[in-house]
């Protein structure tokens, strides 16, 4: 069953390696450049034009070594998967519409903003509907209407306060790579060390599933989940793809994602959480999306309250840029702030399987 894994991150890999400059050759020929703020850091005017929609390399990079490391080992995909990938998939198209007004229409706004968030109400929608029907032997559906940290806790919110606590979590989340991805490689690398943390806790939730009866290590602490092996297959694809994606787009940067491929990490970050019923711990190992996040908000509060900015200029990357830090340099330390994060947060997923003994 592990070989899965380890297909879909092989494949997944290699996929983005070759492909992606592939694709560079393809958006460059069509003109598909990058639009660059006026207002930004100066130094980034040098990437005005350079290829954006990268994010079409690793969803299609990750969807295909799913499916060919089933087809490879012989099984069959699961709900979960599906759903997940179709959050990823669903967000992404989203992305990809709204990208392509901005270059093709050349209109800097992309979509309007009640399009764009009717684009994903929708996905999100039809995701948290879908996600909690398909129960398994054992009653477990792809999603749970309880909350959850590292397993579920409390009583049921049921499904109408789910479906709006998960189309919280999607909008909150890919917004949140949306505006860490301001600088070369700083969103895909952040998001390589959370996807490869949840594909651990995938392999863990199997080998600890309620479902293995007197195999397990710890009885009183097992997991109620529906396909968490399935959950760390796409997580390795995933950290696989963006790796290989990775390789091109860290600085000088030959393609950006876009916000076909922000939106999309964001989209299925999220639903690996719903699915793992690690909600609120994704909060914790993607802590570096939620400090970007804080810093426009902050920004944007301070401003309109006081009339003055807390940061020279939000997201925080780029106040750091303007203190005079290079890009990489505020990249690599971000990096190292999501890697601290995603520690504490498989900290934490261990302590309370540990605590339960």
């Known amino acids: 069953m592990m ?115 009717a684009g994903q109400l929708i996905v999100g929608i039809a995701f948290a509907v879908l996600a909690l029907m398909f129960p398994d032997a054992r009653n477990n559906t792809p999603a749970s209407d309880r909350l959850s940290f590292i397993t579920d806790f409390g009583w049921k919110i049921g499904p109408v306060l789910f479906v709006v606590w998960a189309l919280f979590m999607i909008l909150a989340m890919s917004n949140g790579v949306n505006l860490t991805d301001g600088l070369d490689g700083l969103a895909t690398g952040a998001s390589v060390l959370v996807f490869g943390a949840y594909t651990f806790i995938g392999v863990w939730q199997f080998q600890e599933s309620c ?38 787009n860290t600085s000088p940067a030959k393609i950006f994602m876009g916000d076909t491929g922000s939106l999309a990490l964001g989209g299925v970050l999220t639903g690996l959480a719903i699915c793992s019923r690690t909600e609120l711990l994704v909060a914790i190992m993607g802590g570096l999306f939620v400090l970007i996040t804080m810093s426009v908000v902050i920004q944007v509060g301070s401003f309109k309250m006081t009339g003055k900015r807390v940061f020279r200029m939000a997201p925080l990357q780029h106040h750091f840029e303007l203190k005079g830090w290079s890009e990489v340099l505020v990249v690599v330390r971000f990096w190292i702030i999501q890697g601290i994060c995603v520690i504490v947060g498989l900290g934490l997923f261990y302590a309370g399987w540990a605590a339960e003994k």
């Open 211 to 248: 479902a293995n009866g007197e195999t397990l290590t710890n009885p009183n602490a097992c997991y109620e989940v529906r396909d968490p092996l399935d959950l760390a297959v796409i997580a390795s694809a995933l950290m696989g793809a963006c790796l290989g994606f990775l390789w091109w």
């Open 3 to 117: 070989k899965q894994i380890l297909f879909a991150g092989v494949i997944g890999l290699f996929l983005t390696l070759v492909g992606t400059p592939l694709l560079i050759k393809l958006l460059a020929r069509k003109g598909y450049g990058q639009y660059i703020r006026d207002d930004g850091p100066r130094e980034h005017a040098s990437k005005r034009g350079t290829p954006t929609m990268g994010g079409i390399a690793f969803i299609f990079a990750t969807v295909a070594a799913y499916f060919l490391a089933k087809v490879i080992t012989g099984y069959t995909p699961t709900y979960s998967g599906l759903l997940v990938l179709g959050l990823m998939c669903g967000m992404g198209l989203v992305g990809f519409l709204d990208d392509y007004i901005k270059i093709v229409k050349r209109r800097s706004l992309g979509l309007r903003a009640k399009a764009k968030m």
